[in-house]
Nanobody, 128 residues
């Protein structure tokens, strides 16, 4: 069973930066680097959960939603089994609960139903 724990959320003014971390544990027989897609989703009140940035852990290839491309960067530290989301030039519309997710057979990186494991979420609030 895979466990995901997010950290690093908080409140910031527009134009500021935050970095989220997601530490994974519970990988038994499969090494982290070859196993999963790791993706950051977010959900604002009254809205659908949407994919923000995804990473193919084996290749390091990253994909981004149009709304964050050029401002957000997803990366991994394999030695620490940790996924990061560096968020720069934050906007009030980035305010949401951010979730880390892991999926083994992901067809579409931003489709939430393709992911089996989820963290508890980290709140990001951006004020104008």
């Amino acid at each position: 069973q895979v466990q995901l724990v997010e950290s690093g959320g908080g409140s910031v003014q527009a134009g500021g930066s935050l970095r989220l971390s997601c530490t994974a544990s519970g990988y038994s027989h499969m090494p982290y680097i070859t196993t999963y897609w790791m993706t950051w989703f977010r959900q604002a009140p009254g809205k659908e959960r949407e994919g923000v940035a995804g990473l193919a852990t084996r290749t390091g290839s990253a994909l981004y939603a149009d709304s964050v491309r050029g401002r957000f960067t997803v990366s991994q530290d394999n030695a620490k089994n940790t996924l990061y989301l560096q968020m720069n030039n934050l906007k009030p519309e980035d305010t949401a609960m951010y979730y880390c997710a892991a999926g083994r057979s992901v067809g579409i990186w931003s489709r939430k139903n393709d992911y089996q494991y989820w963290g508890q979420g980290a709140q990001v609030t951006v004020s104008s």
